[in-house]
T-cell receptor, first 115, second 113 residues
Framework: DAGVIQSPRHEVTEMGQEVTLRCKPI?????LFWYRQTMMRGLELLIY????????DSGMPEDRFSAKMPNASFSTLKIQPSEPRDSAVYFC?????????????FGPGTRLTVL | QKEVEQDPGPLSVPEGAIVSLNCTYS??????FMWYRQYSRKGPELLMY????GNKEDGRFTAQVDKSSKYISLFIRDSQPSDSATYLC?????????????FGPGTRLSVLP
């Protein structure tokens, strides 16, 4: 199994540009999560989907952030317009089902730098 | 006060030492407690999961939860250089994820050969 796949691995962009991060969860997993990790704030849950439906997006920092999951094998996290404070590592994770007792498998992350 | 606190380290120990990693929390409703290990430039991976209070052992790793003190610990016996990583605690007060699923900031551990 290839695990959770994220692309790109690194992204450098200028303030004001649109950024799209992509995630392919593990096949057969029904829950997908987007996290952001920074030194200051640690690992924060942004949004999670269950069966392709967004369940809780209360962690999304503001309207500039949006996430979609058009099918069970693909999700995107979009930032428009990007700002320097969005610089962070963004992780996607998936689990077989929702629930704290179901192990989340994390992807390698996308390291985003906004200049 | 942050909801989950963890000493950021770095913590350096010699190979073979017993390591104790700890988290304190403020939300008494937390019932699900997890420890994740994160190697440099990698995503976190689940190490241990505990529900409510008590101990759980898995090989060289032991997780303890003391809900009365709002304190959880991860012990690593016979530590190895391969244990060098950042350890994150995580907790939740419900079965589902959401805004109540909180990670600690992580403790960076170095095990020296």
């Amino acid at each position: 199994d290839a695990g959770v796949i994220q692309s790109p691995r690194h992204e450098v962009t200028e303030m004001g540009q649109e950024v799209t991060l992509r995630c392919k969860p593990i096949s057969g997993h029904n829950s997908l999560f987007w996290y952001r990790q920074t030194m200051m704030r640690g690992l924060e849950l942004l949004i999670y989907f269950n069966n392709n439906v967004p369940i809780d997006d209360s962690g999304m920092p503001e309207d500039r952030f949006s996430a979609k999951m058009p099918n069970a094998s693909f999700s995107t996290l979009k930032i428009q317009p990007s700002e320097p404070r969005d610089s962070a590592v963004y992780f996607c994770a998936s689990s077989l089902r929702a629930g704290a007792y179901n192990e989340q498998f994390f992807g390698p992350g996308t390291r985003l730098t906004v200049l | 006060q942050k909801e989950v606190e963890q000493d950021p380290g770095p913590l350096s120990v010699p190979e073979g030492a017993i390591v104790s990693l700890n988290c304190t929390y403020s939300n008494s409703a937390f019932q699900y407690f997890m420890w994740y290990r994160q190697y440099s430039r990698k995503g976190p991976e689940l190490l241990m999961y505990t529900y409510s209070s008590g101990n759980k052992e898995d090989g060289r790793f032991t997780a303890q939860v003391d809900k009365s003190s709002k304190y959880i610990s991860l012990f690593i016996r016979d530590s190895q250089p391969s244990d060098s990583a950042t350890y994150l605690c995580a907790m939740s007060n419900q079965d589902n994820y959401g805004q109540n699923f909180v990670f600690g900031p992580g403790t960076r551990l170095s095990v020296l050969p």
